[in-house]
């Protein structure tokens, strides 16, 4: 939501350029609050708008090569890319899988899902707290999907604005570690209402920390009824074969 944080203002140079004209009235006493908000709105909008058209693009490229695509969102270190390593290495054999890494600095994350067998490629989106339907355009260009069956987003780490711009997923899959605390779809309910998985991740550490997986589960349940739950731990391997198995099931629905 980033009418909120203000990213997709300044993500672009026109975007730039648009804050520049308003902040060179910041001198004028007399400017009118409530117009610079509905011009901001507006433009907001039309940035979204155009996301959209783009994610339909991205959508209808991913259906045509056949290829199965997984938006990953959740708050920093929530385990995304623990769980991709080990769906790789689970899965690689089975089916060609890619991943695009969202980061707003650092090549880290994309040389581990390199290094487990898979595709990668990294954007770094330097202020911008998201992906966007063109950011992941310009990855499929450095990426050759038309034989992939998988195709991983890293979102990135942020449980707000990823929330707000459809990439052209099939599949928005929300992570919740049990160190971050069991209200957090309370807190942050967009992004849990738009979810159709949730994955309760680090589930071998409940026990170290005040976490209540039946009061999480009931809260994501009233956000998203449609929303499947899996509590699982990718670094120790506890019910990741659920995990595996939905992923197949999509893939065959696919």
């Given at each position: ?8 203002i300044?993500?672009s140079?026109?975007?730039?350029d648009?804050?520049h004209?308003?902040?060179?009235h ?10 610079k ?11 979204l708008s155009?996301?959209d ?7 209808s ?9 997984i ?5 920093p270190g ?15 054999d089975e089916?060609?899988i890619?991943?695009?890494?969202g980061?707003l ?7 581990r899902?390199k ?5 990668a ?20 260009h ?9 195709l991983?987003i ?13 990439l ?9 570690s049990?160190?971050?605390g069991s ?7 967009v992004?849990?209402k738009k ?5 309760i ?7 170290h ?6 009061e999480?589960?009931k809260?994501?349940?009233?956000l998203?009824p449609?929303?499947d739950?899996i509590?699982l731990?990718?670094k120790?391997g506890?019910?990741?074969e ?8 999509k893939?065959?629905?696919?």
């Open positions: 939501m980033c009418k909120d944080c203000g990213c997709s300044n993500s140079p026109s975007h730039h648009h804050s004209q308003e902040h060179s910041h001198g004028d006493h007399h400017a009118n609050p409530s117009l908000e509905s011009k901001t709105l507006e433009l907001i909008s039309k940035i155009k996301n058209e783009q994610a339909a693009h991205n959508r490229h991913f259906n045509e090569s056949n290829t199965l695509c938006n990953l969102m959740s708050s929530s385990g995304k890319t623990t769980l991709l390593e080990s769906t790789i290495k689970a899965l690689k089916f060609k890619a991943v695009i890494e980061d600095e650092t090549q880290n994350d994309a040389l899902v290094n487990a067998g898979a595709l490629y990294q954007i770094t989106t330097g202020q911008s707290c998201h992906l966007d339907a063109f950011m992941v355009h310009e990855a499929l450095h990426l050759a999907i038309d034989d992939v069956d998988l991983f890293e979102n990135v780490g942020n449980l707000v604005c990823p929330a707000s711009y459809d052209g997923e099939h599949l928005n899959v929300v992570l919740l049990v160190t971050e209200d957090k779809p309370q807190k942050y309910p992004m849990f979810a159709d998985l949730v994955l991740t680090k589930a071998d550490l409940a026990h920390f005040d976490f209540d997986i039946k999480a589960s809260l994501i349940k009233e998203s449609r929303a739950i509590t731990d990718a120790n506890t019910n990741m659920l995990w595996y198995k939905l992923l197949k099931f893939k065959e629905l696919f």
